[in-house]
């Protein structure tokens, strides 16, 4: 059983630069896929980014590339993160980190194991 546990977020300004964090635990294999999830309140989930380690491949939503880092810990492989930068208010919302053995990119059904979710809030 993956455990996934987030950290970060909270309420920041317009164009500041957050960073989320993600740790992992239980993992069986060495490779994997990670990614950041984020849902706006009345709005559908969207992909974030994605890395898979297995084929060191990394994926953006639409828009997200531009101010969105995907990123592993060097010394510690089972963390992530996520920087924001320059965050919008748009940018508001929960964002979840999420695990898989292996993945082809954004697509929510692929990851099995979900953290717990943390809000950012921008305010203007």
């Known amino acids: 059983q993956v455990h996934l546990d987030q950290s970060g977020g909270g309420s920041v300004q317009a164009g500041e630069s957050p960073t989320l964090s993600c740790v992992a635990s239980g993992i069986k294999y060495r490779r994997y896929c990670m990614a950041w999830f984020r849902q706006a309140p009345g709005k559908e989930r969207e992909g974030v980014a994605a890395?898979?380690?297995?084929?060191?491949?990394?994926?953006y939503g639409d828009d997200m590339k531009a101010r969105f880092t995907i990123s592993q810990e060097y010394t510690q492989d089972t963390k992530w993160y996520l920087q924001m930068n320059r965050v919008r208010p748009e940018d508001t919302g929960t964002y979840y980190c999420?695990?898989?053995?292996?993945?082809?990119?954004?697509?929510?059904?692929?990851?099995?194991?979900w953290g717990q979710g943390v809000q950012v809030t921008v305010s203007s």
């Open positions: 999420a695990h898989s053995e292996d993945c082809s990119g954004l697509a929510a059904h692929e990851y099995k194991y």
């Open positions: 890395a898979n380690t297995k084929i060191a491949q990394v994926w």
